[in-house]
């Protein structure tokens, strides 16, 4: 028996207290959060948006005090992975919506883009940074209306005062938001791309044509069509980077559970006419099998 048997788990439990007004949270010195340990495939946890450096919180005093201009392009630096899901949000709002109209627009954006944000909370960021508005039917700033109380009678036939009834809540695009759609500019973005990768314009092409189906395409047969190809063998890359690519650029579009080419994939198409992107997967596998067979016969030596 050590000297540890005979103590029982709750008593060591009620020494270890991490919530005691008195517990010493000294033995934690020297750790420190990795706060670089975050991946791009991770959604972003609501209460750590990454901050800009030298800026002020949307909690902060100050912060609608800034021009709108720069409160709305810190957060789309701040919110890149929803970038496409904001800038939709401001197009549905260039004539005024309702709240239910705006929530029934993010619940069809959220079928295809699983958002860790509710559509509230992006309501509420565009319009903090100013890219929205939030207003009555006639116009009037939301927060500058001041709903009077009225007089109400319970059974009793006693008088009480009660909340009035709040005017409909109304969201529009502002100046800033207009801006920041009208700046987005997918064909120059993509324009760079293919320039800087014009070694990979074949594979670009392929997930293309692929995708330019009426029931899209899956992964895996995007998959089967591209990873195997000798132009992404070395360096090695497999077909989710040029999805990525491709989606960021609003090329393509994940919908029912399909990758689609969009309005601008197929004009893109069109631009790479003449891109030859017939390669062969199942050359490609046989090679790969040969290859295979021949390192085994020869003790991994292929000669």
């Given amino acids: ?21 008195d517990f010493d949270d ?31 919180s949307r909690n902060e005093d100050g912060y609608r005090q800034r021009p709108a201009a720069e409160r709305t392009a810190e957060l789309f630096a701040q919110m890149k992975p929803y970038r496409l899901v904001l800038l939709e949000l401001i197009r549905t709002c260039e004539q005024p919506q309702t709240t239910e109209a705006m929530m029934e627009r993010f619940a069809q954006l959220h079928a295809n883009f699983k958002s860790t944000y509710s559509g509230a909370n992006l309501l509420s960021m565009l319009e903090a940074a100013g890219a929205i508005d939030c207003v009555t039917e006639d116009g009037t700033a939301y927060a500058d209306v001041e709903v009077e109380p009225v007089v109400k009678t319970d059974e009793n036939g006693v008088e009480y005062l009660a909340p009035g009834e709040a005017p409909a809540m109304m969201w529009v695009a502002a100046e800033a938001g207009h801006a920041m759609v009208e700046a987005n500019d997918p064909q120059s973005r993509i324009d760079a791309l293919f320039a800087k990768e014009t070694q990979y314009l074949p594979v670009f092409k392929r997930i293309l044509r692929l995708a330019n189906q009426e029931s899209g395409v899956s992964v895996a ?13 070395e360096p090695r890359y497999f077909v989710q980077h040029f999805l990525k690519n491709l989606e960021r650029h609003e090329a393509v579009a994940w919908c029912n559970n399909s990758w689609v080419t969009t309005d601008f994939g197929r004009k893109l198409l069109a631009d790479l006419a003449d891109i030859d992107d017939s390669y062969n997967p199942s050359e490609a596998h046989e090679q790969a099998r040969i290859r295979a067979i021949a390192a085994e016969s020869t003790m991994g030596a292929v000669w």
């Fill in 26 to 56: 000294s033995i934690f010195d020297g750790i420190e959060e990795d706060e670089e340990a975050v991946t791009e495939f991770l959604a972003p946890d609501p209460s750590r948006v990454e901050a800009v450096e030298g800026t002020l």
């Fill in 1 to 21: 028996m050590t000297q540890f048997d005979d103590i029982a788990a709750d008593e060591f439990e009620e020494e270890f207290d991490p919530l005691a007004d």
């Fill in 221 to 233: 047969q995007l998959s089967g069509a591209v990873d195997d190809d000798p132009l992404v063998q």
